[in-house]
T-cell receptor
Framework: DTEVTQTPKHLVMGMTNKKSLKCEQHMGHRAMYWYKQKAKKPPELMFVYSYEKLSINESVPSRFSPECPNSSLLNLHLHALQPEDSALYLC????????????????FGPGTRLTVL | GESVGLHLPTLSVQEGDNSIINCAYSNSASDYFIWYKQESGKGPQFIIDIRSNMDKRQGQRVTVLLNKTVKHLSLQIAATQPGDSAVYFCAETGNFNKFYFGSGTKLNVKP
């Protein structure tokens, strides 16, 4: 199974709502990532988890709160978002980099299309 | 057909022609590079990668060239097919964890 799944596929929320995005993989990968992608722009790294611990936070506002409850799951909790946070949120997973001598392919999910009203 | 990456975000080629997509990267410490293909409504899909100790790597119908002197990366697609139509991103990293994506090039393949 080389698939990363993300739910929901689409999400519309108001600025006062609390919602969560979910990501799951069963490839045994111990590194998981959240990216944000605006229309016609490249993905931008938000968070990196390595062995279920947060290793990189790219200065993301606290209204985005990541969580990695186990090695297969990654969540992104959303609270008090702004309309400019509307974007495609992509999850990815890979083997932990220091264990790799060759390449480190990241497998991406299809994303959650988020609209903040 | 050939693109210049940031300055020509859309490349149109005829089916069967070869395509060349270019990418300029900025971090001289980057030592690992990946080309991704992103189709509409989907996440990026790995195409091919290259480490900085190589200057060329070939896959099936694709070749990646790396010129570290001028910090330039290119993706060559042989015999381009309609299914190759997508946005192509290069990504670079210096520590395998933090990948930075280039701005992307949209490839349109005309039948």
């Amino acid at each position: 199974d080389t698939e990363v799944t993300q739910t929901p596929k689409h999400l519309v929320m108001g600025m006062t709502n609390k919602k969560s995005l979910k990501c799951e993989q069963h490839m045994g990968h111990r590194a998981m990532y959240w990216y944000k992608q605006k229309a016609k722009k490249p993905p931008e790294l938000m968070f990196v988890y390595s062995y279920e611990k947060l290793s990189i936070n790219e200065s993301v506002p606290s209204r985005f709160s990541p969580e990695c409850p186990n090695s297969s799951l990654l969540n992104l909790h959303l609270h008090a978002l702004q309309p400019e946070d509307s974007a495609l949120y992509l999850c990815a997973s890979s083997q932990v980099p220091e264990r790799i001598a060759g390449h480190n392919e990241q497998f991406f999910g299809p994303g959650t299309r988020l609209t903040v009203l | 057909g050939e693109s210049v990456g940031l300055h020509l975000p859309t490349l149109s080629v005829q089916e069967g022609d070869n395509s060349i997509i270019n990418c300029a990267y900025s971090n001289s410490a980057s030592d690992y590079f990946i080309w991704y293909k992103q189709e509409s409504g989907k996440g990026p899909q790995f195409i091919i990668d290259i480490r900085s100790n190589m200057d060329k790597r070939q896959g099936q119908r694709v070749t990646v060239l790396l010129n570290k002197t001028v910090k330039h990366l290119s993706l060559q697609i042989a015999a381009t097919q309609p299914g190759d139509s997508a946005v192509y991103f290069c990504a670079e990293t210096g520590n395998f964890n933090k990948f930075y994506f280039g701005s992307g090039t949209k490839l349109n393949v005309k039948p």
